[in-house]
């Protein structure tokens, strides 16, 4: 086994690892050196621009039952809402409005809104020129076709697990393999794809953890995002503990900025829900991208994941603000772009080409 020095050289080098050679940087009680690597590779590869991406969460009613989710269909203290379709439109044009590139429209999996439905809505934001990322969770080949020619472009679906008896474990009547045929499906309709894993699970192991990594660089993905587990009150995990999970997680995200170093990643809400300067950290640790939310009243409060949750008491517009000044504030530039992957290095190696006279 090589020494921490050697193997965060090998990954900067050659972006690609043994699964042991991830265990030891995922065991590592000192992992400054990690993310200082992480955030070199991070420049390189996609800058010190941070693209924004504006947060539609248009309901919380779900089919599925998963353990550690607060929106688990079981959960009857959930106060349920649903955006009409006019809604979540009439919600991107003022995310248009605030010069957002990009949407991302979240859901749990509710069944009300149909696939004609989620095409007719994504063609409606088309029109306004935004790039449009779904997250709607499990569908069939054919309602993925259709939102790609309806003109979405990104598709986000975590894999949260690849234990495979852990993942069935806790999302009860869901299977694992169907959860990787969809990213297969979402890859092969030329999506860019988002996937991601839930650090902190109970009975998690850092092998399997470590597995998760090798899953992202073997699709690949197109953006990664990983969250700490937040056992949420009204679910049957409640009582488990959130002890290391943060710290866990943004060693998580910085092994995947080596091993992926062009992809998108956000520093996610979650993190900033378990310390402070949650998403300032993941920044300076690989990641690139923040998502404030765009949802407005009282269904940014009742779109409950997790509890705790930050910000949903602000406007739209305030945490634009407030999440442009927190990158600012460490040197880096919002950047308010479509963000597709791989777009830094292109526009990068097109100014460097010579232009023939």
């Not at 990954?11 to 009680?29: D, F, M, R």
């Not at 989710?69 to 106060?79: L, M, W």
């Not at 939310?293 to 997790?306: A, D, F």
């Amino acid at each position: 086994m090589l020494a921490e020095t050697e193997i965060l050289a090998k990954a900067k080098a050659t972006h690609t690892l043994a699964k042991e050679e991830i265990i030891a940087l995922l065991s590592l009680p000192d992992a400054r050196a990690l993310f200082q690597a992480a955030d070199e590779v991070r420049r390189q590869f996609v800058g010190d621009e941070v693209y924004l991406r504006g947060l539609i969460e248009f309901s919380n009613y779900c089919k599925n039952d998963c353990m550690y989710c607060g929106i688990r269909r079981s959960n009857t203290c959930a106060k349920r809402y649903r955006l009409s379709p006019q809604e979540i439109v009439t919600l991107a044009q003022k995310a248009a409005g605030y010069g957002y590139k990009t949407v991302v429209l979240q859901s749990g999996e509710d069944l009300w809104f149909s696939a004609d439905k989620m095409a007719d809505i994504v063609r409606q934001i088309k029109k306004m020129g935004l790039a449009v990322t779904l997250s709607i969770g499990e569908k069939t080949r054919e309602e993925y076709a259709l939102y790609r020619k309806a003109g979405a472009d990104r598709y986000l679906l975590r894999i949260e697990t690849t234990d495979k008896a852990l993942y069935e474990k806790l999302d009860p009547q869901m299977s694992w393999d169907n959860r990787a045929r969809c990213l297969t499906d979402l890859k092969e309709l030329g999506y860019e794809v988002g996937s991601g894993s839930l650090v902190g699970l109970p009975g998690q192991t850092i092998t399997s953890l470590a597995d998760d990594l090798l899953f992202f660089k073997q699709l690949p993905v197109d953006m990664a995002g990983i969250g700490p587990f937040i056992p949420h009150p009204h679910t049957p995990l409640a009582n488990n503990t959130t002890n290391g999970h943060f710290e866990l997680a943004l060693k998580m995200m910085a092994v995947m900025r080596l091993l992926l170093p062009d992809i998108n990643i956000p520093a996610t809400t979650a993190m900033e829900t378990l310390h402070p300067q949650g998403r300032i950290l993941a920044l300076q640790s690989g990641a690139n991208v923040v998502m404030p939310n765009v949802t407005e009243g009282e269904p940014r409060k009742m779109y409950e994941l997790y509890p705790g949750k930050i910000c949903t008491g602000d406007t739209p517009q305030k945490c634009r603000y407030c999440i442009a000044g927190k990158i600012e504030s460490i040197g880096r530039t919002v950047q308010m772009s479509y963000g597709f992957h791989g777009e830094y290095l292109r526009n990068k190696n097109a100014a460097s080409t010579p232009k023939n006279k």
